[in-house]
Structure formats: structure tokens, C-alpha cells
């Protein structure tokens, strides 16, 4: 089945750093990855939309000069949380598309394990 | 805007018996996807059903579609307490596969 990896799983940093998250499919080729964030007992909520070699789309009210997104190859995207603030700590989840390459049904979103940012 | 909408909030039950979840939703879909998340993890996909199909099982998971009444539901045969996690319907609305996701269901299944 179709793997998708997360790291770090857990970063716990201080005020005013940036921290960088990498998301990958293992064994498909991903053009559309997706960046989501999931607060205690909430459901996910979608950050933005990577596109490989094109800008991310980001959703309303997410600020993307604070999380920037990078979709450098079809099996790699990258978070960075610039100048991280304790508001910004959370669960943050990937998930890829798949257009049916890795076996699995065509439009299934395979989703990373999460990585959980702390910022003190 | 969450699209989704899963019940119960909640769900209680003993090893052995059956689960069902429900999920409503509001706009027309292009498909729809179950997704399980046990506590701090990932999600897990478990089914994704298409808008002209109206069943699917895998195993001991049955999903329905009701497009006409806009919900699905999702059973859960002879549970296991390893069943135990938050279950997450999310909807593609787009076309363009951004999913928008239920607040979820947490499924405790007791020994």
C-alpha cells in the first residue's frame, strides 16, 4: 500500500525559531500533497495545497508568509513555520494524492503519521 | 468550512458487536473517504466510495452512500477492541481532491 512519511514526529522548539517539516511519498509519485493541522480533540483542518513546481494554495485565514510551503519534487513537500509562537503548536498532518499509481484507488489521500510542534 | 458532519460523537461498545457511524454532508461530492486516527497518530484510509457507487466493504467494513439524502454510514462488523479510535469521513467537493473533514466519531470498543 501506499506509504507516506513525516519528520520529525515530534520538534519541540523555542519562541521565534523556524522549524522545517518533510513530508514523502514512499512509493508513489505525488504531484498534490496536502498540509492540514489538528488541535487536541478537533478534526483536521486544511492549511494548504502543494503543488509540485508551482506555488501552494493556501485556505483563508492561513498566513503564507508564516508557513511556507515548498513541493520541490513529486515525492517530497516541505512546512516551514517561520518564527514560531506557543499558538502555533499543534498536530500537523501531510497527506498525498494518489492518481492511482501506487495500486491503491485513483484519488485516495494517504496521509503521513503527523508531527507534533511544541513551542515553548 | 467543515462539510462533514459524523454521528454519533461518540460511540460505546463491547467486543463482538457491530458499529455504525453516520455522516451528512451538505454539497455535492465527487467521492467520499473514511479515515480512522487512533489517539496522537496519523490517519489510516480505510474506504473511498465514488459518487455513482452506493456500497463498499473491505473486510469487516461496510460503507454506504446515499447521495439522494447526502450521508453515508459506516459499519463495523463483530468489533475488536483494537477498532477503538476517532473514525473521519472527509469529503472531495472539489474535483480537485481537497478534503474536508467531519469533527469525527471516537469509537470505544470494549473487552
Known amino acids: 500500500g501506499a506509504v507516506v512519511s513525516q519528520h520529525p514526529s515530534r520538534v519541540i522548539c523555542k519562541s521565534g525559531t523556524s522549524v522545517k517539516i518533510e513530508c514523502r511519498s514512499l512509493?508513489?509519485?505525488?504531484?498534490?500533497m496536502f498540509w492540514y493541522r489538528q488541535f487536541p480533540k478537533q478534526s483536521l483542518m486544511l492549511m494548504a495545497t502543494?503543488?509540485?513546481?508551482?506555488?501552494?494554495?493556501?485556505e483563508q485565514g492561513v498566513e503564507k508568509d508564516k508557513f511556507l510551503i515548498n513541493h520541490a519534487s513529486l515525492t517530497l513537500s516541505t512546512l516551514t513555520v517561520t518564527s514560531a509562537h506557543p499558538e502555533d503548536s499543534s498536530f500537523y498532518i501531510c497527506?498525498?494524492?494518489?492518481?492511482?499509481?501506487?495500486?491503491?484507488?485513483?484519488?485516495?489521500?494517504?496521509f503521513g503519521p503527523g508531527t507534533r510542534l511544541t513551542v515553548l | 468550512s467543515q462539510q462533514g458532519e459524523e454521528d454519533p460523537q461518540a460511540l460505546s461498545i463491547q467486543e463482538g458487536e457491530n458499529a455504525t457511524m453516520n455522516c451528512s454532508y451538505k454539497t455535492s461530492i465527487n467521492n467520499l473517504q473514511w479515515y480512522r486516527q487512533n489517539s496522537g497518530r496519523g490517519l489510516v484510509h480505510l474506504i473511498l466510495i465514488r459518487s455513482n457507487e452506493r456500497e463498499k466493504h473491505s473486510g469487516r467494513l461496510r460503507v454506504t452512500l446515499d447521495t439522494s439524502k447526502k450521508s453515508s454510514s459506516l459499519l463495523i462488523t463483530a468489533s475488536r477492541a483494537a477498532d477503538t479510535a476517532s473514525y473521519f469521513c472527509?469529503?472531495?467537493?472539489?474535483?480537485?481532491?481537497?478534503?474536508?473533514f467531519g469533527k469525527g466519531t471516537m469509537l470505544l470498543v470494549s473487552p
Open positions: 472527509a469529503t472531495d467537493d472539489s474535483g480537485y481532491s481537497t478534503l474536508t
Open positions: 512509493d508513489f509519485q505525488a504531484t498534490t
Open positions: 497527506s498525498a494524492r494518489d492518481l492511482g499509481t501506487s495500486g491503491g484507488a485513483r484519488d485516495t489521500q494517504y
Open positions: 502543494s503543488n509540485e513546481g508551482s506555488k501552494a494554495t493556501y
